[in-house]
């Protein structure tokens, strides 16, 4: 027997399987995660409603502070206000002034007086001339008779000009004009002098002028110490935010350093020099008031003695909310001012 050529497998041994190329793609791998911060961009809402938060905590803050230390500050805010009276007061005088003015107007009439031989028929179709008229508001005719029953009433004659033979007083036509303006009621009278039967017409314009000139006068002198007085409102609350600054500049550096903008740094100020404004204008209300009740009878009983009735004129709601309105914008001006000038000199270290 031949032997046998094939290898002998050792005992115990596994048997070999045979060897198979396989082609395995190879699997792509992930790469792995980066592990940080995560940044988020805020929305706007998010950010609108944590600005409104700090607007409500810097308003409440300042007024707490205010609180904390009444008297300093209520003496700050009575300057306030007695720098607010003055042009307050003028505003009203010159309104009153207004109201006079409109009174004077509804009283600027022409006189036409009519000839001596004009008779009541004659008389009539004038003043019925002198209405069909474009730039007559309306007329009133005046008797002779009429016109010396006043004649005698205003000056207290009665007795001396009753044994007058004749009335030597025409019959006259008030007219009562659309425009009052000193150029249209010249115009008006001459046109009116041409009618037939017109002897004169007269125009007394020179008192209108002189209380319009007035009343121009007092409203520059209002504007004028107005300006000067909202200075004087700008420097006190400027000279007060420049304290309460300087007092509050370590805790100004501190929260600059940690990255707080200027705007930030304002916020309070600014609502500090408001509500000084505010605080001063209800004063001032409380002033002008007091003053009223002060006034009111004397010139009450002044007027009476020439036989008129006048009243001091009162702040109405829209003028109160004008002067309150005002003063506030005033103190949050001045607050501005003073603490974006010093913020540009402190650095934080």
């Not at 810097?58 to 904390?68: E, K, N, P």
């Not at 004649?151 to 033979?165: E, H, K, M, T, V």
Request: hydrophobic fraction near 45%.
């Amino acid at each position: 027997m031949k032997p046998s050529t094939t290898p002998r497998r050792p005992r115990g041994a596994a048997p070999k399987t045979p060897k198979t190329k396989s082609k395995a793609t190879p699997s792509r791998q992930e790469p792995p995660k980066r592990r940080g911060a995560n940044s988020q961009q805020a929305r706007f809402s998010s950010r609108l409603r944590a600005w409104g938060r700090h607007h409500r905590a810097m308003s409440w803050d300042s007024f707490y502070r205010l609180v904390r230390h009444p008297v300093g500050n209520l003496l700050t805010m009575l300057a306030i206000a007695i720098a607010l009276v003055l042009p307050a007061a003028l505003w009203l005088t010159l309104d009153s002034a207004r109201l006079l003015d409109a009174e004077l107007d509804e009283s600027a009439t022409l006189t036409v007086y009519l000839q001596p031989a004009v008779d009541p028929a004659q008389a009539e179709r004038i003043e019925q001339a002198v209405s069909a008229e474009q730039a007559v508001l309306d007329t009133r005719m005046i008797s002779a008779e009429q016109g010396m029953a006043e004649f005698q009433r205003s000056l207290g004659l009665d007795d001396a000009l009753a044994g007058l033979d004749d009335n030597p007083l025409p019959a006259s036509i008030v007219v009562r004009p659309q425009d009052v303006e000193p150029a249209a009621m010249q115009q008006l009278a001459s046109t009116l002098e041409a009618l037939a039967g017109v002897d004169e017409v007269r125009v007394d314009l020179a008192w209108v002028e002189r209380l319009r000139h007035l009343a121009a006068l007092g409203r520059r002198v209002a504007l004028a110490l107005g300006v000067l007085f909202g200075l004087g409102v700008l420097l006190v609350v400027g000279n007060t935010i420049r304290l309460a600054v300087e007092s509050r500049r370590r805790e100004i550096e501190v929260v600059m350093l940690i990255g707080a903008t200027h705007a930030f740094v304002r916020r309070p100020f600014l609502y500090s020099g408001a509500w000084y404004g505010l605080g001063g204008g209800f004063l001032a209300l409380g002033l002008l008031g007091l003053g009223n009740h002060w006034l009111s009878l004397p010139v009450a009983a002044l007027a009476a003695s020439y036989g008129a009735s006048f009243s001091l004129p009162q702040l109405d709601m829209t003028g109160a909310t004008i002067l309150l309105s005002c003063s506030t914008l005033l103190g949050w001006l001045g607050a501005w001012l003073a603490v974006t000038r010093h913020l540009t000199s402190i650095r934080p270290r």
